[in-house]
């Protein structure tokens, strides 16, 4: 048997940790009967921001387009040929993070049906560790560049060399919007809209409340893309006349593991009954609460947790499971990694990126069962390398 590349293993890693934390979470849950039910009910809420005001039948018709699954494919039919044997450096902000890992993966998957020869650096989620990889990825001397994760304002300085030298860049979670990037050496942050993914993941817990939400925001000030998804949810939130928008509380991600069972425990003791829904920037903040709300007694049905990105392997279980994850909006992470490197390859060949912005998904237990839901990831059922295949005429 040949030996895994390193995001493979790492990827088998992080499933069988998951997998033996989430089978003593579910024996625990069981056994306490838990399951979270919900009642829908007409009311009027206000909207966030500039949108006009949406009433709770509009709220709720907008969370189930989000939740439909096996949609056709919307994205690009048409584009260059494959550069075929190009070498390209990624720099991953932090593997831990399982959709900078998801992406990546994508990202080699596409890549070696050009030939492709990449190599990934890992920057581990620090200031250090990302001056470290761009300088690693730099004495690689790679034909493009494809960034997973960090934000282009932190490393706009460490990008400096290899604008120098004329290396094309492209880019995911690395702005807070998505499509081409303006004043920046990187062409295309590929993404789903963060604040529609942001205000789904709100309407979800409005609707779900029945309007009587009592919320706290998990996010990272670190990332422009999370501080924007966690002030859209907070509009939503706000403008519903009937919740309460508990606390927004900043934690960073690379320090989850060593924070968050001690913040949950705060949370539920400043708090107690009021809070109801917690909503995340990304799903790892659940992955160190989950068993901090067990072992305090809390069911399901007491707090929901729902999340803005982006489709982990635990919070697909959680959600199969039906116990305290009711949904995530998940991004299509392999998806995103082929469009990283048609992307890449567009600018290889003098042509302007796709600009290409992939529907928002809302994954529940209603729909798990499809679009990649049995592999505990959302890989859209849409034929997507078929079409990137024939485009790159591979």
């Known amino acids: 048997m040949n030996k895994p590349n390193g995001l493979t293993y790492l990827h088998r890693q992080n499933r069988r940790h998951w997998a033996k934390v989430w089978r003593r979470i579910t024996c625990c ?37 989000a939740g439909l699954h096996g949609q056709p494919w919307d994205g690009p039919q048409s584009g260059p040929a494959g550069a075929l044997g190009k070498s390209v450096a990624i720099i991953s902000d932090d593997l831990r993070n399982g959709g900078i890992l998801g992406v990546a993966q994508g990202v080699q998957e596409a890549a070696g049906v050009l030939k492709w020869n990449v190599k990934v650096f890992d920057a581990g989620g620090t200031p250090a560790g990302r001056q470290k990889a761009t300088a690693d990825a ?36 690395v702005s807070s919007a998505p499509g081409p990037v303006a004043n920046s050496p990187v062409a295309m942050n590929v993404s789903t809209n963060p604040l529609e993914v942001a205000r789904i993941t709100a309407m979800a817990a409005v609707t779900l409340s029945n309007g009587r939400a009592g919320v706290v925001i998990f996010t990272d000030s670190g990332y422009a893309i999370a501080t924007a998804k966690a002030n859209a949810m907070a509009e939503v939130i706000r403008a519903c006349q009937t919740c309460k928008l508990l606390e927004i509380r900043d934690v960073a991600i690379a320090r989850n593991a060593e924070l968050m069972p001690a913040v949950t425990r705060e949370l539920l003791a400043r708090y107690g009954g009021q809070w109801t829904h917690a909503l995340a920037v990304n799903d ?37 499971a039906k116990t305290f994850q009711t949904g995530t909006v998940a991004e299509p992470l392999n998806l995103h990694g082929w469009q990283l490197v048609d ?17 928002v998904h809302l994954v529940t237990s209603d729909n798990i069962a499809f679009d990649g839901g049995p592999r505990l990831q959302y890989d859209p059922d849409n034929g997507y390398r078929h079409v990137y295949r024939r485009i790159w005429k591979q």
Request: hydrophobic share 50%; net charge neutral; no cysteine.
């Open 29 to 65: 849950v069981v056994v306490a009967g838990f399951a979270p039910v919900f009642v829908l009910a007409q009311s009027s809420v206000p909207a966030d921001g500039a949108a006009p005001a949406l009433s709770m039948a509009d709220m709720r018709q907008r969370v189930a387009a």
């Open 284 to 320: 790892i903040y659940f992955d160190f609460a989950v068993p901090e709300l067990i072992k305090v007694g809390q069911s399901g049905r007491k707090i929901s947790l729902l999340s803005a990105g982006d489709g982990s392997a635990s919070a697909f279980m959680r959600i199969q």
């Open 343 to 359: 992307e890449l390859n567009r600018l290889f060949m003098h042509q302007p990126v796709s600009g290409y912005v992939p529907p």
């Open 138 to 173: 730099l004495t690689m001397r790679p034909d493009g560049l494809i960034l997973v994760g960090p934000d282009t304002r932190a490393i706009q300085p460490l990008l400096a060399p290899f604008v120098n030298q004329g290396t094309p860049m492209v880019g995911w979670h």
